[in-house]
């Protein structure tokens, strides 16, 4: 049986497994990520992984698909910057250490390009051609699929929603720019945001105050977290305005590790959208939380690849 390869590296942990053409997982394995001092220390354990794993699995290997956070480049899968967390990735090409072993096409791109190739072929947004998707993590990654392909851009590095400036006067970001999207939605944010409100109020502090548990509260009815998650529905809302302004896409998807909880969050986005785009963009949009969960960024580098694969 023909079958794809994903990869999932994150900054603390590598998830890899074998796919089947249809999106289900066939064997799958995990390993930490680490501070490891040189790429082929970082490389190494996941080619002997990957090797297990189709040795398991057994059929043919057709094509490797790698996500990672930051900036790759397209050609080479040569990871340009941008993923301070795994500084051994930088300069080098996971994508053609695998190739190399396994002789099989093999291709590295940012995790929320992934993310949105996942969901194009196997999730939620499989009925649509032009769509955006966004993932709330640390920071906000985002991939692109327009004309029912991935959009990379002309460096290959498009879909940096998470930077897209809504406040000129707004907090600094880690990217230099100031008040940008993620500095107002992202998990980390609506953490910092909640816990100021809580703070303001002379409110206990649940320690440690996780992103999930701020969605949970505010699902409970709890007054401020539904404040704190109306807050951050506001930016989100503002930024897929924008980019349904730009783009006429006809769905904004809420993906990464919230959104198993993020229905309510969706439902105010939704309420809020049309103050941020024409009305006419606005009234055809599509909301709501991406379908592939705990497996989205695995099963995203596989559908990359057979995108990859079917361009070939
Ligand atoms: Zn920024």
């Not at 401020?224 to 989100?236: G, K, N, Q, S």
């Not at 809302?237 to 302004?245: E, K, L, T």
């Not at 105010?268 to 963009?281: G, K, S």
């Amino acid at each position: 049986m023909d079958h794809l390869a994903g990869i999932d590296v994150g900054a603390t942990q590598i998830k890899l497994g074998t796919v089947d053409l249809e999106g289900r997982i066939l064997q799958q394995d995990r390993l930490p990520a680490g501070a490891k001092a040189s790429f082929v220390d970082f490389a190494r354990p996941i080619a002997e992984s990957l090797k297990r794993l189709q040795d398991k699995t057994g059929g043919t290997l057709r094509a490797v698909g790698i996500g990672t956070p930051g900036f790759t480049d397209k050609r080479t899968g040569v990871l340009m910057g941008g993923a301070e967390n795994i500084p051994c990735l930088k300069g080098n090409s996971l994508s053609a250490f695998i190739k190399e072993r396994f002789a099989v096409p093999a291709v590295t791109d940012n995790d929320g390009t992934c993310a949105a190739a996942g969901e194009l072929a196997w999730g939620s947004a499989r009925s649509y051609r032009d769509f955006l998707l966004i993932t709330l993590g640390t920071g906000i990654g985002g991939g692109l699929v327009l004309d029912g392909k991935v959009y990379r851009g002309a460096q290959g590095f498009a879909g940096e929603v998470g930077h897209l400036g809504l406040d000129r006067n707004g907090p600094w970001c880690v990217c230099g720019s100031r008040g940008c999207f993620e500095q107002y939605a992202s998990a980390t944010a609506i953490v910092r945001l909640h816990r100021e409100r809580l703070q303001k109020r002379r409110l206990p502090i649940p320690e440690p105050l996780e992103p999930a548990a701020v969605l949970m509260a505010a699902r409970n009815g709890d007054p401020v977290a539904l404040e704190t998650v109306r807050h951050a529905a506001r930016a989100i809302a503002q930024a897929f305005g924008s980019v349904a302004n730009l783009l006429n896409v006809e769905a904004c998807i809420i993906g990464g590790g919230l959104s198993a909880m993020a229905d309510q969050l969706a439902g105010f986005v939704r309420e809020y959208v049309a103050d941020y785009a024409w009305p006419l963009l606005a009234s055809g949009l599509k909301i709501h939380t991406a379908a592939l969960r705990n497996d989205a960024g695995l099963l995203g580098a596989a559908a990359l690849a057979l995108q990859e694969l079917s361009w070939r």
